[in-house]
């Protein structure tokens, strides 16, 4: 079983008025909830609250069990929500915190999903975003902010994301190498990739910490993986033998 993001239910004995089913899920009557769920729907991301009563509904629907919440202060029905990939999981939760904190630019593990990289759950179960301020880290750790005076911002299906060498290189330092070796693999097969290229990209980032690490791990990418499973496996020996150590190969 694929461990990744743990969903908050509250269930408890009550007795429920009539009312309609949406997606299979029982839900009592109320057009300002049933509105949020459409809405939701039909732009493909969670339900969050926009004031006190709105939060107010969805956290009493939360506490009867007609709704669960993948991410702090995030909703979804639960079969829906169960009908989602894992990709298009991550993806509803980077749209709906894109929508309520317009012109953020997420990096490292949530911009490798938004560019097709990755669909674990457990890599991306905090959200990563870089900002030019220097910013704690919050929501117990589900929020990471990296601090960059210089960054690439892309628009990318409706939210700000870094460049994809400033994806791979920041996925690399955030990562074990297992993991990060499927998401570089997996860009070779996606994108035209050119390893000789993206190294020289990393070298040029001449004032950023990890570079050495970065270029180490390249050598080891290798697009004719059949998938990020075999990637990791592939990564595993080396991970835990001699092939490749972080704590030797980073420097300042």
């Given at each position: 079983m694929r461990r990744g993001w743990s969903v908050r239910s509250h269930h408890r004995s009550i007795r429920l008025r009539p009312c309609?089913?949406?997606?299979?899920?029982?839900?009592?009557?109320?057009?300002?909830?049933?509105?949020l769920v459409d809405r939701s729907h039909?732009?493909?991301?969670?339900?969050?609250?926009?004031?006190?009563?709105?939060?107010?509904?969805?956290?009493?629907?939360?506490?009867?069990?007609?709704?669960?919440?993948?991410?702090?202060?995030?909703?979804?029905?639960?079969?829906?929500?169960?009908?989602?990939?894992?990709?298009?999981r991550i993806l509803h939760v980077l749209r709906t915190d894109a929508l309520c904190h317009p012109g953020r630019t997420y990096c490292g593990p949530s911009a490798a999903a938004v560019w097709g990289l990755t669909d674990s759950m457990s890599v991306c179960e905090s959200i990563h975003i870089v900002d030019g301020r220097r910013?704690?880290?919050?929501?117990?750790?589900?929020?990471?902010?990296?601090?960059?005076?210089?960054?690439?911002?892309?628009?990318?299906?409706g939210m700000q994301v870094t460049s994809l060498p400033e994806t791979l290189f920041d996925c690399i330092r955030y990562l074990d190498f297992p993991q990060a070796l499927a998401i570089l693999d997996t860009s070779l097969r996606r994108?035209?990739?050119?390893?000789?290229?993206?190294?020289?990209?990393?070298?040029?980032?001449?004032?950023?910490?990890?570079?050495?690490?970065?270029v180490l791990v390249l050598e080891y990418v290798d697009g004719r993986s059949a998938n990020g499973g075999e990637s990791v496996l592939r990564g595993h020996p080396h991970h835990h033998g001699r092939g490749v150590r972080r704590d030797v190969a980073y420097q300042a």
């Open positions: 309609e089913r949406i997606y299979g899920c029982r839900m009592r009557r109320n057009e300002a909830v049933d509105r039909r732009e493909r991301r969670c339900m969050y609250g926009r004031d006190d009563a709105e939060r107010k509904r969805l956290r009493r629907r939360l506490q009867v069990g007609d709704l669960i919440s993948p991410f702090p202060k995030f909703y979804a029905e639960p079969r829906y929500w169960r009908s989602l990939t894992y990709r298009e910013r704690r880290n919050g929501a117990g750790g589900r929020y990471r902010f990296h601090y960059r005076r210089r960054y690439t911002s892309l628009p990318y299906d994108y035209p990739t050119d390893i000789a290229h993206i190294r020289d990209i990393f070298r040029s980032y001449g004032h950023r910490k990890g570079i050495r690490y970065a």
